[in-house]
């Protein structure tokens, strides 16, 4: 919530986002359950989920309705065997999938968001687009030549912000007009090689698809594993 500026909060009721922590014994058969929490999802998503490859070690399915381009609702599954820190790696990244950070790419540097693999948690980049896609001013379904500009203006406040807190951390001085804002924006990068997060394991990330998930075709969902 903090990153994004979106509100975000644990319920103990349903929500819709779930995050699942699952071991080898539970995942073969949480079926019934996956199917309680998203009506109508597709046996080959639950297939994925119940029968996940030792190389994959976490994915999220994202779901949206009919041709709305907003996710209403995602699951990610992360293995619960993961040490704390591969967990976290996974539960940084798949939540930032889930949320609409989507693709990965190889302009997207320093990212986690890129398939060298070298950073294993959000970096500052990834934290700032996060923001900027849940800025008010973009909205889904939004063209090319509509949001460019608008991203752009993001894109320059956002940098400005941080010229700023990186100013008053030098100087230890800070206007208050410049500190008010200086709350809004999260510079606390923590970033870990993401090769020592997984034991210098080779593997293979599999890129997004997409398919159905209600018998009507209301609804449709994203799958973006990670290995």
Not at 46 to 61: A, G, K
Not at 116 to 121: M, Q, R, S
Not at 154 to 167: F, H, K, M, P, W
């Amino acid at each position: 919530a903090d990153v994004s500026g979106h509100p975000i909060s644990t319920t103990g009721g349903t929500g819709n986002f779930q995050v699942l922590v699952l071991n080898e014994d539970e995942r073969p058969t949480y079926g019934d359950t996956l199917r309680r929490m998203i009506p109508g999802i597709d046996p080959t998503a639950v297939r994925t989920i119940e029968t996940m490859t030792e190389d994959t070690f976490c994915l999220v399915f994202a779901f949206s309705r009919g041709t709305d381009s907003a996710y209403t609702r995602a699951v990610a599954v992360i293995r619960g065997e993961h040490p704390d820190l591969l967990r976290l790696s996974c539960i940084h990244e798949e939540l930032a999938q889930g949320l609409g950070l989507a693709n990965d790419s190889p302009r997207a540097r320093p990212s986690i968001f890129n398939d060298d693999e070298e950073f294993g948690l959000l970096t500052t980049q990834d934290e700032m687009m996060l923001r900027m896609l849940y800025d008010d001013r973009l909205r889904p379904g939004m063209s090319l030549a509509e949001a460019r500009p608008i991203a752009k203006t993001i894109a320059e406040e956002l940098l400005e912000l941080r010229r700023i807190v990186r100013s008053c951390n030098d100087e230890d001085v800070c206007d208050p007009s410049q500190d008010e804002r200086r709350e809004r924006v999260i510079d606390h990068r923590l970033v870990i090689h993401r090769h020592e997060l997984l034991g210098d394991a080779e593997g293979q990330r599999v890129q997004p698809r997409s398919g159905a998930i209600g018998k009507d075709d209301s609804a449709h969902c994203s799958i973006f594993a990670h290995a």
